[in-house]
């Protein structure tokens, strides 16, 4: 069966770290994949996609990393904020193309 | 204003109810999506709609109903609501290039309670 895998346990980090996300998957062969930041009761929000045949894409202090050998994106946040603070999702295509299927997310919590 | 739009943005109800969460977006998008969140289980995909004559279920479509009433109008329907309905509610909309499915982008969601 399809899975998205994504760390359950809470990430902690010092403000100024790099945070380093991971998105594992089987069964998907997918043409490319997102990255969503979810705040508290609120809706997702589009941070970065990465095509199959791209190996990194940057925005910003953002960084995506996708290895389809492996089947794993990484996802960093350098020079972390407490407002960076949230759970990311990362969601990939259906081979039809049809739809997301998204993780669980990761909580990220950055201190000061 | 916000590009997606959700109501009611809380909703109680009771056990057998009849409730509808309605969905409207200004993106001028195609493609419309019900998901429900639960925690620990992430975000699933009730139904999608990539056009007015086109509805489709999603992972877990049973005991929901949906209507696309314009391309700008998607609602949600539990004909008779049960405790496990009780979830967080996301519409979203997409605008893929080609067959490629692209950003998703959602609103701000339906809190719903059923009694």
């Known amino acids: 069966s399809q899975k998205i895998e994504q760390n359950s346990e809470a990430l902690n980090i010092q403000e100024g770290k790099t945070a380093t996300l991971t998105c594992n998957y089987t069964n998907y062969s997918p043409a490319y994949l997102q990255w969503y930041r979810q705040d508290p009761g609120r809706g997702p929000v589009f941070l970065l996609l990465i095509r199959e045949n791209e190996k990194e894409k940057r925005k910003e202090r953002l960084k995506v990393t996708f290895d389809t050998t492996l089947k794993q994106s990484l996802f960093h946040i350098t020079a972390s904020q407490p407002a960076d603070s949230a759970t990311y999702l990362c969601?990939?295509?259906?081979?039809?193309?049809?739809?997301?299927?998204f993780g669980k997310g990761t909580s990220l919590l950055v201190t000061p | 204003d916000a590009d997606v739009t959700q109501t009611p943005r809380n909703r109680i109800t009771k056990t057998g109810k009849r409730i509808m969460l309605e969905c409207s977006q200004t993106k001028g998008h195609d493609r419309m999506y019900w998901y429900r969140q639960d925690p620990g289980l992430g975000l699933r995909l009730i139904y999608y709609s990539f056009d007015v004559k086109d509805i489709n279920k999603g992972e877990i479509s049973d005991g929901y109903s949906v209507s696309r009433q314009a391309q700008a109008k998607f609602s949600l329907s539990l004909e008779s609501a049960i405790p496990n309905q009780t979830a967080l509610y996301f519409c979203?909309?997409?605008?893929?290039?080609?067959?490629?499915?692209?950003?998703?982008?959602f609103g701000p969601g339906t809190r719903l309670l059923v009694l």
């Open positions: 969601a990939l295509d259906e081979n039809s193309g049809y739809a997301l299927n």
């Open positions: 979203a909309t997409s605008a893929p290039e080609g067959n490629i499915q692209e950003t998703q982008y």
